[in-house]
């Protein structure tokens, strides 16, 4: 397991591989002795009754099912996702597609897994308030503009019907990905 604990780290960060080990001392996870369905158990775990993928801890599984998604879907493109700024910070950085002052207080909406994506800190500082079609003029010629993750930003609008969509599509590709793919997701992205 020790290779899977590796692959962690160098893919989705030391933040990611910490809440990890926290979450397999509860669940047990190694117990399966298996990788895939290791990760079949930890991902069916975080999405059980899952309402908010932005605050707190949740911030990890979020990150890796987006990256999991994207380095599965890149066609090749390399990005690292767990560089880190001068300060130690995360240069990629969980955004909000729809901003978050177009929510009230406690509306469900607007963590959903279906408004968010991974954006570039630069890119982020320069949108964060934004609209959408703000955000989108902003990515035309950004490097994330090509992310499978956001193609969200090719379409003319997003309203907050589409958070729910987004959301079931994001969570059924994770799906297809480890349930039916796993031998290429573990060879393409966890390259173990």
């Not at 158990?41 to 994207?70: A, C």
């Not at 177009?102 to 279906?114: H, I, P, R, V």
């Amino acid at each position: 397991m020790d290779k899977l604990l590796d692959s962690f780290e160098t893919v989705f960060g030391n933040g990611f591989l910490k809440y990890f080990k926290e979450q397999e001392k509860k669940h047990h996870y190694f117990k399966l002795n298996d990788y895939k369905k290791i990760i079949q158990k930890f991902v069916e775990d975080e999405q059980r009754d899952r309402v908010n993928y932005y605050r707190g801890k949740h911030v990890h599984f979020t990150r890796f099912l987006l990256i999991s998604i994207e380095k599965f879907k890149s066609n090749g493109r390399s990005i690292d996702f767990t560089e880190l700024d001068h300060k130690g910070k995360l240069i990629w950085q969980l955004e909000h597609i729809m901003p978050q002052s177009n929510f009230e207080n406690g509306d469900c909406y607007k963590n959903k897994l279906g408004n968010l994506t991974l954006l570039h800190r630069d890119t982020n500082v320069k949108i964060s308030n934004e609209t959408f079609v703000e955000k989108k003029k902003v990515l035309l010629d950004k490097v994330e503009s090509k992310f499978y993750i956001n193609e969200v930003f090719r379409t003319d609008n997003f309203e907050k019907s589409d958070i729910k969509n987004r959301s079931i599509n994001l969570i059924n590709d994770l799906g297809k990905i480890i349930n039916d793919n796993f031998d290429v997701y573990r060879k393409k992205v966890l390259k173990i």
